[in-house]
């Protein structure tokens, strides 16, 4: 009798491990790096482009967007005035925000020095996702 509950204990601590483990996966949400520019870079010229990949939600051009959670991304090149629950507001790529369904974003005319590019993930709405998704790369132009 001992015999059977020993197995039927292994038996139920493998399951709540196997489990937890695919609740874990379930709930790990989306992903994003940066591929290009490596980190720390030096870049000769006044333009670089800025590649990065994202998984773990479907990425559509927000006017394209059917429900909130098809996502697109936003670049903020040296500026990280965003926040959780606040919508990014459109039409200021000259300010250095972008908004884009692509994963690389050219960046042209910068000025030689220090910059940092910050990816954020957003939901159709333009505002970050939540948990914020973000990817950080600084660079320097020359």
């Not at 790096?33 to 006044?46: F, L, R, V, Y």
């Not at 159709?124 to 020359?142: G, I, K, S, Y």
Request: hydrophobic share 40%.
């Amino acid at each position: 009798m001992k015999l059977r509950f020993r197995n039927l204990d292994a038996s139920l601590i493998a399951f709540g491990f196997a489990f937890a483990t695919a609740c874990a996966m379930a709930q790990s949400g989306p992903t994003l790096s940066i591929t290009s520019p490596k980190m720390g870079e030096a870049i000769a010229g006044d333009s670089v482009t800025v590649s990065w990949e994202g998984t773990g939600v479907k990425i559509v051009p927000a006017a394209d967007a059917k429900v909130r959670e098809e996502g697109h991304y936003h670049l903020f090149l040296d500026r990280e005035d965003f926040r959780s629950g606040a919508e990014i507001p459109r039409g200021m790529e000259n300010e250095g925000i972008y908004h884009t369904a692509a994963n690389r974003l050219e960046l042209k005319g910068l000025k030689p020095g220090s910059h940092k590019a910050i990816v954020v993930l957003s939901y159709n709405n333009h505002v970050p996702w939540e948990p914020l998704v973000t990817a950080t790369v600084a660079f320097t132009t020359r």
